[in-house]
């Protein structure tokens, strides 16, 4: 009895040893990550000082291709300083994998991409590098250091018959290896970079705060909802490689792109299906690329990232307003960016220019794809309406252009009516301070003439009294004058100042409906959030704001009835591709489950007016998305319809 209760308390011991370990090994590549951070944020400060300070005081550092190592603090401050001085400025960091020796000793190997400027253009350069780091005094430290620029992704074995830079390490070192670790416990002097496990991302803990909802917007800027970023597993395979492809056909300009971030893939599509197809790398651990429906708001053909140091993103094309693009970058095989997504240099270039402010880009966690879909919630446009839509906003336009000159007419009538009921207003007091005046005047003449004794002193009197009762007499005739004068001003100016809001009532009806007739003429995108219940809708206005992107309309926004609103409905994507014989060929692509694509259309009713306005003329890559998230502000700023909260401002 007591043998089989001491292994049970030995059997039950065993998992909580194995936990304790994997928690360790979790938290030791936690600050392995933030040396990592730290070690960039100096670099990209340019800090030659600080970045060597990192390292242990016999550190030894190894670049390939350099003849030499740097050892020491202070040779391997020279050897950044150098770095600085040729150009070089910005440097990302991904760490692969950390592999643990006891708990004060690691070896780390990872990806890195340096961009800057030199006097001969853009500079760039990538790779790998491995680090063995140690704790001093509770602070980790570098102690050796290996670079090897322009490797291929992986190629790294258990053991490198090559170069020396690690010291032997001996098995009774070292705390035994533990279940897990991928390095043996005996090192030989050449043996730098231990072999990588297919799972490049660290486990997702209880701290972590990611949702496994998934994000949704307009597929035009302006409409977005909250992004959030999927939820990985313990074990997440890394993909497949992907290698770029064309359809074997000819493609039409690009309506929708999906971007993969379980297969590290994008792909875009025409109205006919797919068109392009290649790799990317999306954002790593604690900078994960946000899930979500987003559109291409803005371009750069030549963009250099003012968050990163100056970080060379060429033919960028923004998807939102708080760092998160399209661009050409370095793909390592594997999510390593800051939360952009980076395609292949060359595909990006030749991407740039068939893409269109607006183009839809879905971000999926899982593999996707636009299916054809039918249902009578969905718009169906009036063939007379929309041919008859160019004709009838030119007409609009020029009624609210002569509604504009009629109003700043009645302005400028306005204007004068006021400056000359003002002008007779100050005559009036003038003369209504004179009349008093004169008629003291008068009554002390009266008062001469009946105090006079003499006949010359009595003639002076009634000449004085003759003039007084003259002047007296005109004042008053002029005060009566400038009175009706006044009033007729007066009630001109009123008129006037009537006439002035009657136009602008008038104007702004006219501008209104030139609004909304040329709006009439673009995609429409309307966003459904059971969260808020609520419907928006978003359209390009082609006007451009002062720092980037351009204006979207955002004055509709109404309540929406949603059936069983408690219950789940998923994000769906429904997008008109092209004109049909019925109106609209619509497909729909489905982001997060909740209800299918037809039951969730099901369960909401668009309110008449609003399919008035729009459906009539709806025409190609309109769109209509149905989400659980609410509005995100991403990409909206609130009291206004401005498509932006920030600056624009990308990531890498």
């Not at 053991?159 to 020396?164: D, K, L, Q, T, V």
């Amino acid at each position: 009895m007591r043998a089989r209760w001491v292994v049970a308390v030995i059997l039950g011991i065993v998992p909580v040893a194995s936990a304790s370990a994997q928690q360790s090994h979790l938290d030791m590549r936690r600050q392995i990550e933030q040396l990592a951070a730290t070690f960039s944020e100096r670099y990209n400060k340019q800090d030659a000082s600080a970045v060597a300070s990192m390292f242990t005081k016999d550190a030894v550092r190894v670049t390939s291709g350099i003849s030499g190592p740097s050892i020491g603090r202070q040779a391997i401050e020279e050897a950044f300083k150098t770095q600085f001085e040729s150009g070089f400025r910005h440097i990302d960091l991904v760490v692969d994998q950390v592999s643990p020796f006891g708990s004060d000793a690691a070896i780390t190997v990872g990806t890195y991409q340096i961009t800057g400027r030199g006097q001969g253009g853009p500079l760039k350069v990538d790779g790998r590098w491995t680090e063995v780091e140690v704790r001093e005094g509770g602070v980790w430290k570098i102690r050796h250091s290996a670079v090897v620029p322009k490797i291929e992704p992986n190629p790294i074995t258990p053991r490198m018959e090559a170069i020396s830079v690690i010291p032997r390490m001996e098995a009774n070192s070292i705390t035994p290896r533990t279940e897990g670790d991928s390095v043996s416990p005996r090192m030989e002097a050449i043996s730098v970079i231990p072999r990588v496990e297919a799972n490049s991302i660290t486990p997702r803990t209880g701290d972590d705060s990611l949702s496994p909802r998934i994000a949704a917007s307009s597929a035009t800027p302006g409409i977005e909802a909250s992004p959030i970023a999927p939820r990985l597993e313990a074990k997440q395979e890394r993909p497949a490689p992907t290698i770029e492809a064309t359809a074997p056909r000819k493609a039409g300009e690009p309506i929708m792109a999906i971007v993969s971030i379980k297969s590290q893939q994008v792909t875009f599509y025409d109205a006919e299906g797919w068109i392009l197809r290649a790799p990317v790398s999306t954002g790593t651990t604690g900078r994960e690329t946000p899930a979500g429906i987003f559109a291409v708001i803005e371009k750069d053909k030549d963009h250099h990232s003012s968050l990163y140091d100056d970080a060379w993103m060429p033919n960028m094309q923004r998807i939102t307003w708080n760092g998160v693009a399209l661009h050409g970058g370095p793909l390592p095989g594997h999510a390593a960016s800051h939360g952009c997504v980076r395609m292949p240099y060359d595909f990006a270039e030749k991407l740039f220019n068939k893409t269109r402010i607006g183009m839809r880009v879905i971000i999926s966690p899982d593999d996707t794809a636009p299916v054809e879909f039918f249902h009578p919630a969905l718009f169906v446009p009036n063939a007379k309406a929309v041919a008859a839509a160019p004709a009838r906003a030119q007409a609009l336009a020029r009624e609210a252009a002569e509604a504009a000159r009629k109003a700043d007419q009645a302005k400028k009538t306005a204007a004068t009516a006021a400056r000359e009921a003002a002008s007779l207003a100050a005559s009036l007091r003038k003369l209504e301070l004179l009349k008093p005046r004169a008629d003291a005047e008068l009554a002390f003449a009266d008062k001469a003439l009946a105090a006079a004794k003499t006949d010359q002193a009595k003639a002076r009197a009634e000449e004085l009294k003759h003039r007084a009762a003259v002047k007296a007499a005109e004042t008053g005739t002029q005060l009566n004058r400038a009175k009706a004068d006044a009033k007729s001003k007066l009630d001109a100016a009123g008129a006037a100042k009537d006439a002035v809001k009657a136009a602008e009532t008038r104007k702004a009806a006219a501008d209104d409906a030139a609004s909304e007739a040329k709006l009439a003429l673009e995609p429409v995108s309307v966003y459904i959030s059971r969260a808020t219940q609520k419907l928006y809708v978003r359209r390009n206005t082609h006007q451009r704001w002062p720092d980037g992107g351009e204006v979207f309309d955002a004055t509709i926004e109404v309540p929406v009835t949603i059936r069983n609103p408690d219950k789940p409905i998923g994000t769906h994507v429904f997008t008109a591709m092209a004109r049909s014989d019925a109106g609209l060929r619509w497909t729909a692509v489905t982001v997060d489950n909740g209800d299918d694509a037809k039951d969730a259309l099901d369960r909401i009713t668009i309110p008449q007016d609003v399919l008035h306005r729009i459906a009539p003329t709806a025409l190609p890559r309109s769109s209509i998305i149905v989400s659980d998230e609410p509005l995100s502000r991403v990409t909206i700023a609130p009291s206004s319809s401005r498509c932006s909260t920030t600056s624009p401002r990308a990531a890498s």
